[in-house]
């Protein structure tokens, strides 16, 4: 059949008529309180998009490989996998690495390994010639000992480093006029702003306002754009957030193209050198094993956005020293998407989509408005020795914080949908445990504290969720209260109750009244005297927030477990009700 005749079948939809009918369904503020997400501020996903939306892109046309580089700066879909060691001795370090390439590495980032001469750097880039290099953190030693070398032997590709180019510029300049070409010295840490919270708008525009004062005050020093823009190269934390992840990787490099170009930078200069890793904010040492997920997925958004090389955390990089094992399966998991997956077989497979192509739009129109607002204030530099950069990561930290500990933002088998019966104890290292920062530590020291408690105690306490009164209302509320509680590791038992009365002889140290609201304050009135004469331990909680709590706290209710509950508040103050303490 033609493929006319087919498509003759379906006759067109308007978007007015596709809005019509879903506003016969959802009307007034419903619309955008159940349709519209916000997952940043600055950002409104709406339910669907249609090819109206892209009629005012002017970078759809743009090939792989083709300025301003949205679709990537590869005509192909590949990208290198990193391998990270952490190895002092430089032997050893080069035994790890050419095992990791052996494996299927296709870059090498050197960590801690310290280098006193030539013959040092000799052995650890031995067998390593055609590999991409970096060093990060490396000494002013290193640095010299490194530069030397390459302006004698050129390494087979390129080399580079992790050095803040802001922190000494006389100190940049110098190290660019020496340095040879194919090493890129500088980076700019977009990765730290996602780290600290900042969403994809903001890493995007400090990023962006970094690199312009970099350049600018290369230029000063009479350096040219092509040679300082060839200098530098982006790392990228990638967060849980799957297409805005993609997209914030395309709008970086289409910003930074037009900024080098109207630099009067080449084009060839204006490809962006992107590095991404998996965030470390969202690790969690309670069920471990998502971490692998978290991982996987991150990785993909970071595929699919373009970017140059990727690293994957060892999923228990987070509380321990990750060993060979978990190392060997963060390699895999990039090798199974290139090999398995073939996601390295075709340049930018998900351009042309309605969504990503609208979110790279926004998320670039909305980063450069950030961009222009910093310039305005003074540049990168004024802005963070001012305050305005770390304000709003502050702002945004709190938030994240909140929302981690309201359960809105969920960090699955930590806040949501968590084991209970998981026991951490045994596998965490204390020393490697608070080497960073992540929004699940709240929650981790409550676990900690329950595994603690339940050693030093043999048993846990016995929490009873009485379920009582509607059907409906007590089945949703005790599931609900055992996914929270769970998350502090306490173990529930759900039972039924037809009376108050029934629920006093339950031999409990915790009671979770789980039923409707209208019905808690006439339960509690009733149960709450038979449980003051039989002198019971047994705290009494509410599963809900009716409007009859203050009545209901004044008669010896001690919390309420609901919705826009502050989980972290709530778990520690039943802890110490029920004595467990740091």
């Given at each position: 059949?033609?493929?006319?005749?087919?498509?003759?079948?379906?006759?067109?939809?308007?978007?007015?008529?596709?809005?019509?009918?879903?506003?016969?369904?959802?009307?007034?503020?419903?619309?955008?309180?159940?349709?519209?997400?916000?997952?940043?501020?600055?950002?409104?996903?709406?339910?669907?998009?249609?090819?109206?939306?892209?009629?005012?892109?002017?970078?759809?046309?743009?090939?792989?490989?083709?300025?301003?580089?949205?679709?990537?700066?590869?005509?192909?879909?590949?990208?290198?996998?990193?391998?990270?060691?952490?190895v002092a001795d430089p032997e050893e370090a080069n035994r790890a690495a050419s095992a990791a390439v052996a494996a299927g590495a296709g870059e090498?980032?050197?960590?801690?390994?310290?280098?006193?001469?030539?013959?040092?750097?000799?052995?650890?880039?031995?067998?390593?010639?055609?590999?991409?290099?970096?060093?990060?953190?490396?000494?002013?030693?290193?640095?010299?000992?490194?530069?030397?070398?390459?302006?004698?032997?050129?390494?087979?590709?390129?080399?580079?480093?992790?050095?803040?180019?802001?922190?000494?510029?006389?100190?940049?300049?110098?190290?660019?006029?020496?340095?040879?070409?194919?090493?890129?010295?500088?980076?700019?840490?977009?990765?730290?702003?996602?780290?600290?919270?900042?969403?994809?708008?903001?890493?995007?525009?400090?990023?962006?306002?970094?690199?312009?004062?970099?350049?600018?005050?290369?230029?000063?020093?009479?350096?040219?754009?092509?040679?300082?823009?060839?200098?530098?190269?982006?790392?990228?934390?990638?967060?849980?957030?799957?297409?805005?992840?993609?997209?914030?990787?395309?709008?970086?490099?289409?910003?930074?193209?037009?900024?080098?170009?109207?630099?009067?930078?080449?084009?060839?200069?204006?490809?962006?050198?992107?590095?991404?890793?998996?965030?470390?904010?969202?690790?969690?040492?309670?069920?471990?094993?998502?971490?692998?997920?978290?991982?996987?997925?991150?990785?993909?958004?970071?595929?699919?956005?373009?970017?140059?090389?990727?690293?994957?955390?060892?999923?228990?990089?987070?509380?321990?020293?990750?060993?060979?094992?978990?190392?060997?399966?963060?390699?895999?998991?990039?090798?199974?998407?290139?090999?398995?997956?073939?996601?390295?077989?075709?340049?930018?497979?998900?351009?042309?989509?309605?969504?990503?192509?609208?979110?790279?739009?926004?998320?670039?129109?909305?980063?450069?408005?950030?961009?222009?607002?910093?310039?305005?204030?003074?540049?990168?530099?004024?802005?963070?020795?001012?305050?305005?950069?770390?304000?709003?990561?502050?702002?945004?930290?709190?938030?994240?914080?909140?929302?981690?500990?309201?359960?809105?933002?969920?960090?699955?088998?930590?806040?949501?949908?968590?084991?209970?019966?998981?026991?951490?104890?045994?596998?965490?290292?204390?020393?490697?445990?608070?080497?960073?920062?992540?929004?699940?530590?709240?929650?981790?020291?409550?676990?900690?504290?329950?595994?603690?408690?339940?050693?030093?105690?043999?048993?846990?306490?016995?929490?009873?969720?009485?379920?009582?009164?509607?059907?409906?209302?007590?089945?949703?509320?005790?599931?609900?209260?055992?996914?929270?509680?769970?998350?502090?590791?306490?173990?529930?038992?759900?039972?039924?109750?037809?009376?108050?009365?029934?629920?006093?002889?339950?031999?409990?140290?915790?009671?979770?009244?789980?039923?409707?609201?209208?019905?808690?304050?006439?339960?509690?009135?009733?149960?709450?005297?038979?449980?003051?004469?039989?002198?019971?331990?047994?705290?009494?909680?509410?599963?809900?927030?009716?409007?009859?709590?203050?009545?209901?706290?004044?008669?010896?209710?001690?919390?309420?477990?609901?919705?826009?509950?502050?989980?972290?508040?709530?778990?520690?103050?039943?802890?110490?009700?029920?004595?467990?303490?740091?």
């Amino acid at each position: 059949m033609p493929t006319e005749s087919l498509l003759s079948e379906f006759p067109p939809v308007t978007t007015e008529q596709w809005e019509h009918i879903i506003r016969q369904n959802i009307t007034g503020p419903e619309y955008a309180s159940k349709l519209i997400s916000h997952p940043e501020e600055g950002l409104a996903v709406r339910p669907y998009y249609r090819s109206d939306d892209l009629t005012c892109l002017h970078f759809l046309e743009a090939a792989p490989g083709a300025f301003p580089f949205v679709r990537g700066t590869r005509s192909t879909g590949d990208w290198r996998i990193r391998e990270e060691i952490d190895v002092a001795d430089p032997e050893e370090a080069n035994r790890a690495a050419s095992a990791a390439v052996a494996a299927g590495a296709g870059e090498i980032a050197f960590h801690r390994t310290k280098l006193k001469g030539q013959a040092d750097l000799a052995i650890l880039l031995a067998n390593l010639h055609e590999i991409h290099i970096s060093f990060e953190g490396p000494s002013p030693e290193t640095l010299r000992i490194l530069v030397e070398r390459l302006i004698k032997r050129p390494h087979g590709t390129f080399v580079s480093a992790d050095i803040d180019p802001l922190a000494d510029l006389d100190l940049s300049a110098e190290l660019l006029r020496n340095a040879p070409p194919g090493f890129r010295p500088f980076v700019i840490h977009a990765d730290e702003f996602q780290e600290h919270a900042a969403g994809a708008i903001e890493e995007v525009g400090f990023a962006l306002s970094a690199a312009v004062d970099f350049v600018a005050e290369m230029q000063e020093r009479g350096l040219t754009v092509d040679r300082t823009a060839g200098s530098l190269s982006f790392w990228f934390a990638i967060g849980p957030e799957f297409f805005i992840q993609t997209a914030k990787l395309r709008a970086f490099r289409m910003v930074w193209a037009k900024v080098v170009e109207s630099f009067g930078g080449t084009h060839l200069a204006a490809r962006a050198a992107i590095h991404a890793r998996t965030a470390h904010w969202n690790e969690t040492i309670y069920d471990p094993h998502v971490n692998i997920l978290r991982g996987t997925t991150e990785a993909i958004s970071a595929i699919l956005g373009g970017a140059d090389s990727v690293s994957v955390a060892p999923f228990d990089n987070c509380y321990r020293q990750a060993d060979e094992n978990s190392r060997r399966l963060a390699r895999n998991t990039q090798i199974i998407l290139k090999q398995e997956a073939l996601l390295s077989r075709v340049a930018d497979p998900i351009g042309g989509s309605y969504l990503i192509e609208v979110l790279t739009n926004t998320i670039a129109s909305k980063a450069w408005k950030l961009f222009q607002e910093l310039e305005t204030a003074g540049g990168y530099r004024k802005a963070l020795a001012t305050g305005i950069i770390a304000d709003v990561l502050e702002r945004r930290l709190s938030s994240r914080d909140e929302a981690v500990a309201c359960r809105r933002l969920v960090l699955t088998g930590t806040n949501r949908f968590a084991d209970a019966s998981d026991q951490a104890l045994d596998r965490v290292d204390v020393l490697q445990l608070d080497s960073m920062p992540r929004v699940a530590q709240p929650f981790e020291e409550i676990r900690l504290r329950t595994d603690q408690f339940s050693i030093q105690t043999v048993e846990q306490p016995r929490i009873v969720l009485a379920e009582i009164g509607d059907r409906k209302m007590r089945s949703a509320r005790s599931q609900f209260t055992a996914d929270f509680l769970a998350c502090a590791g306490f173990v529930t038992q759900k039972q039924k109750f037809d009376s108050a009365e029934k629920i006093a002889l339950c031999k409990a140290d915790v009671i979770v009244l789980c039923s409707s609201d209208a019905e808690y304050l006439p339960i509690a009135a009733e149960l709450m005297p038979i449980l003051k004469e039989r002198r019971s331990p047994a705290k009494v909680l509410i599963a809900g927030n009716p409007e009859t709590a203050p009545q209901l706290g004044n008669i010896g209710i001690v919390d309420f477990i609901h919705l826009r509950s502050n989980a972290v508040e709530v778990l520690t103050r039943l802890q110490r009700l029920i004595g467990s303490r740091d």
